[in-house]
């Protein structure tokens, strides 16, 4: 597989053919990911940006490289391929509301130290969402890393967050809001058929595995507990 850096001769491409390539993988990756709130971007569709004039079998791997490459020399962001992860029970089967993003997929994250990037980057326009993410994604680690969909909604009431809640002062509609975690593989929901019918489960997805999130996720849940917050119900 070629990668960055390699000699391309042997693509018979020119160099500002590449570069063109390169500059366009870079554009919609950072565009999809301001456009989609953070959502993988699929291999598929940069491979196709290469080759719908190109059928060089190995330049596809080669371009993304290279914009891999200059994604984090140029812009100081780590563009990330994320594993996915599988439900816990092999009788759950994939919710119809589940993110359809396969193994090969992207997201980009910023590679500039944390205190730097607070000071200079972070948009506070956003910061709800974040606080957000890490609510539901520590009830979700605090049940055991996958509680039911019945039981989340209930420790959610408690924070004054409610499922039927489309106007929220700051999150707007809350269930959105939770469907957007799924999107950005955050979390992944399975259904698990039993005799009273299908219960829908949550359930942490690779991006909250990621261990440069769950080391945050692990000191906000110590801070819960220090301050001795009521135990979230799992089942």
Known sequence: MATAGEDFSHFDISEEEKDKLVAEVIRCVLFKTHQNLGCPIKRDEL???????????????????????????????EMKEL???RPSSANQGRSSQQ???????????????????????????????????FIVIGIA????????????????????LYESDENHPVLGNIKQALEALVQQ????????????????????????????????IKEYISQIVQKDVPTVDAD
Request: charged fraction near 25%.
């Open 99 to 133: 993110s359809t993003v396969d193994a090969k997929s992207y997201i980009i994250m910023s590679q500039i130290p944390a205190d730097v990037y607070r000071k200079y980057v972070e948009d506070v326009n956003t910061s709800h969402l974040t606080g957000f993410t």
């Open 83 to 85: 594993q996915r992860s």
């Open 141 to 160: 680690y605090l049940a055991g890393g996958k509680i039911s969909e019945e039981n989340l909604w209930h420790n959610l009431s408690r924070l004054g």
């Open 185 to 216: 593989r955050y979390l992944q929901k399975n259904k698990v058929n039993g005799p009273e019918g299908n219960t829908s489960f949550y359930e942490v997805a690779e991006r909250a595995l990621d261990e440069t999130i769950s080391e945050k």
């Open 47 to 77: 491979t196709q940006l290469v080759t719908k004039n190109y059928r060089q079998r190995a330049l596809p791997s080669f371009v993304i490289n290279e914009a891999r490459a200059k994604l984090s020399s140029i812009f100081g962001y």
